[in-house]
């Protein structure tokens, strides 16, 4: 009997069969015997194709694994060592991250010819120089896909942001009709928004575009609503293809749109992750990860258990990757630590601080390297409960970062006037306010972000800051220009008591003159003598005319306290110590006695 396992009607038991699967059927048809010799082709294909790994499709992908391991076909093992794991035991992540990416970017640039000839060669050697083929084209198209998707990025940041389009809709001459599915995918991810991704054709007035869709939202069903200006088109509800004229774009934003509208609310655009199970950081082990791998094969419809690692520390992150578009985190909770990596999430490095707690989703993994193994993170998600401190006391372009931040939800706090005029005509945006006008200020409907711009004089003036806005999600610390003389000489009476002593022994003493020389003499900085001089003067010891410093006969005892201007250096002295030369722990602490018990709490990314 012929079968036709999606035609209606069909008695075939298993509808999900991939395509490499029943051509695999049919050759055992046709050879009246099972082709084990090609279960190695057959994994890759059902694997790559994302089918359900359930039933057929997983007794396939199974025994395909195990061929694929022991394959001597000169194809898989030029693609096994090509991709660094020649001689390790193959898993479904083999397939669908490193050898399906490779085969299928051949056709997507240009023609799959490639791929084809790679997997039937009988030739080491050739197979070997159509490996490297493969490799360049995919590293094409790994370029390719992550200049389209920043740019499409950017561009839905400038033009259609994602809180008042309901739909995404990016459209541009130039890109690769290839690889727009891939860049759909990415901007779902990050903006978790139905995407519609369009290559034009100048020439022909058409688009080309793939649509991902989001739950809640059947991409299918409301592409089919607009047929009048959809010619061809075909898909699911998480995902379409179609083509259409250019001038019709607009139209199709705004129907959809306007669709979404209808049928969604606001809670269908928050992205829901269901977790598994809480891992404690301390049983995120080899051998735990082990005993999981007794689910395998994972895939579709048998996915990677997701866990989530709660309320652990953040001892760092940085962006690695040539584009720097991937994330490298180290998790911490007493005296255990774990690995992360987040692919394609290298922009959260600007929305999480290092030494803050997160909660993080995603799934456990094995790192081999070198006959090395190690538990590994894969990261899918990240939430941040709590207010962070952005520690930029270092930052070399201040003016750069603030124009990153959301002028909705900054504000900038100066304590010098003059910083308030600089970075107003700089950063034009952006609120920044005098710090004598903070209790007057109108508050962020949504949580704050606040930057302190420059250094204060008081911790009066940090504190009051500080207590007056309300739901801090973020502090930022710049203390740009700071001037500080903490490092300078740091004064003790015994300093007063010398000084005090060597000018009632001279009588007199000329500052203009000599002051220099003598702070040289002593060690000291070039400031240190006038400011004791004037310390003296405020508290009567002596009197300064023009710079000659004349010991008063028989001052009135009194305390260095008693001086406006030791007073100012005391607490400047205060200020720079506790918030400038601070440690990131110290800082923190410090900031939070004046944040105090508001309910500042922040969620980065989806925040699950």
């Excluded at 076909?73 to 990416?101: H, R, S, T, Y």
């Excluded at 258990?305 to 007493?334: C, T, W, Y």
Aim: hydrophobic share 40%; with cysteine.
């Amino acid at each position: 009997m012929y079968y036709q396992p999606k035609k209606p009607g069909c008695p075939y038991p298993f509808k999900e069969l991939a395509g490499v699967g029943v051509a695999f059927k049919l050759a055992h048809a046709l050879l009246g015997r099972l082709p084990e010799e090609w279960l190695d082709i057959v994994a890759i294909g059902t694997i790559s194709d994302l089918v359900p790994l359930i039933d057929e499709n997983r007794v396939l992908a199974t025994y395909g694994l195990r061929q694929l391991t022991s394959s001597s076909k000169p194809g898989i093992q030029a693609l096994k060592k090509l991709c660094g794991v020649d001689g390790q035991v193959m898993e479904a992540d083999n397939v669908g991250f490193a050898f399906g990416p490779r085969l299928n970017a051949a056709g997507r640039l240009d023609s799959a010819d490639p791929a084809v000839h790679l997997l039937t060669t009988s030739n080491a050697e050739e197979a070997e120089e159509w490996a490297e083929v493969i490799d360049d084209l995919n590293k094409e198209r790994q370029e390719i896909v992550s200049e389209m998707t920043k740019e499409a990025v950017e561009e839905v940041e400038r033009a259609y942001p994602p809180e008042s389009n309901s739909v995404l809709i990016i459209a541009k001459e130039g890109w690769n009709p290839g690889v727009i599915g891939i860049v759909a995918s990415r901007l779902t991810e990050r903006f978790y928004r139905p995407v519609i991704v369009m290559a034009i054709d100048p020439e022909k007035g058409e688009a080309k575009g793939s649509a991902r869709s989001i739950k809640g939202f059947d991409m299918f069903k409301n592409l089919s609503k607009n047929r009048d200006i959809l010619p061809h088109f075909g898909g699911h509800p998480m995902a379409a293809g179609l083509t259409m004229k250019v001038e019709d774009i607009e139209d199709l934003r705004a129907r959809l749109i306007s669709q979404a509208n209808e049928e969604m609310s606001e809670e269908d655009f928050i992205p829901v992750t269901s977790v598994d199970m809480i891992v404690p950081l301390e049983q995120a082990t080899l051998a735990v990860i082990e005993e999981m791998k007794q689910l395998e094969p994972y895939g579709i419809a048998n996915p990677k258990p997701k866990i989530m690692l709660e309320d652990v520390d953040l001892k760092s992150a940085k962006k690695i990757g040539s584009n720097q578009n991937h994330l490298k985190m180290l998790f911490g909770k007493e005296n255990y630590q774990l690995e992360g990596v987040g692919f394609h999430l290298g922009y959260l490095c600007e929305e999480v601080e290092s030494g803050t707690k997160v909660s993080a989703v995603g799934e456990l993994s094995i790192n081999e390297w070198n006959g090395y193994r190690k538990p590994q993170f894969f990261l899918e998600d990240l939430a941040v409960r709590e207010w962070q401190l952005f520690d930029r006391r270092r930052e070399k372009k201040p003016t750069e970062l603030l124009k990153t931040l959301p002028s909705d939800k900054t504000i900038g706090v100066a304590f010098e006037r003059e910083t308030v005029e600089v970075f107003g005509r700089e950063v034009l945006d952006l609120d920044i306010i005098h710090v004598s006008e903070i209790d007057v200020s109108p508050q962020k409907e949504k949580e704050t972000y606040i930057v302190m711009v420059d250094l204060p004089k008081t911790m009066e003036e940090f504190s009051k800051a500080l207590k007056h806005l309300k739901q801090i999600e973020r502090v930022y610390l710049l203390f740009k220009d700071h001037g500080g003389f903490f490092f300078e000489t740091r004064l003790t009476r015994d300093h007063f008591k010398w000084f005090y002593g060597f000018l009632k022994k001279q009588g007199t003493f000329d500052l203009k003159k000599h002051g220099e020389l003598l702070a040289k003499k002593k060690g000291w900085s070039s400031s240190t003598v006038s400011l004791m001089a004037k310390v003296f003067s405020e508290l009567d010891f002596v009197t300064i005319n023009n710079g000659l410093i004349t010991v008063q006969d028989a001052p009135a005892k009194r305390d260095l306290k008693d001086s406006p201007t030791y007073r100012s250096y005391e607490e400047r002295t205060r200020v720079e110590q506790e918030l400038l030369y601070a440690s990131y722990k110290e800082l923190k602490n410090q900031v939070s006695l004046y944040i105090g018990e508001q309910d500042n709490k922040e969620k980065v990314e989806h925040g699950f």
